[in-house]
């Protein structure tokens, strides 16, 4: 299961389930040249880290293997936040989101009805028709003992 959770990662880093938050500054300081007042609101992005050619290289291109061994670095991968306010339903998402891929691959051929449909951004990445698809049971085949 641990090569599905790398491939479940590299969707999640492409679209990401949380697209950022907001967070108060809680002391004066510059950043790119610009002094940020204590106080002031301000607002991280997800995409803008995961897609960031610093923290990932060919950021475009799906890549499982880059969360082989130790994984990308501290912070650069989000998708339930970080530090103290990371999503406490992370480990539970990761059980789900695993059972999930089991089942679905499984028991299930699949096919995408629209294959080349478009991804829009509204205020997440999605498909643009809700990405349909057929699915067909597989034959299994079961050993019974007398």
């Known amino acids: 299961m641990k ?3 790398n491939v479940a990662c590299e969707v999640m880093r492409l679209a990401p389930p949380l ?16 002094t940020i007042p204590n106080g002031w609101k301000l ?3 997800a995409n803008s880290t995961h897609r960031n ?3 990932f290289s060919e950021p475009e291109k799906f890549d499982p293997s880059r969360f082989e061994g130790n994984g990308p670095a501290p ?3 989000v998708p339930f936040g970080g530090g103290p306010r990371m999503c406490p339903g992370k480990e539970y998402a990761r059980l789900e989101i695993l059972v999930f891929m089991h089942n679905i691959m499984k028991r299930y051929k699949w096919e995408k009805i629209l294959p080349d449909e478009k991804i829009i951004v509204d205020p997440i990445p999605m498909p643009a028709k809700g990405l349909p ?3 067909l049971p597989q034959m299994t085949t079961t050993s019974t003992s007398a």
């Not at 697209?19 to 610009?34: K, L, S, T, V």
């Open 75 to 77: 912070y650069t991968f």
């Open 133 to 135: 698809v057929r699915l």
């Open 3 to 5: 090569y599905s959770w």
């Open 19 to 34: 697209q950022g938050a907001f967070r108060e500054a809680m002391n004066q300081f510059i950043y790119a040249g610009f």
């Open 43 to 45: 607002y991280w992005s």
């Open 53 to 55: 050619p610093e923290c």
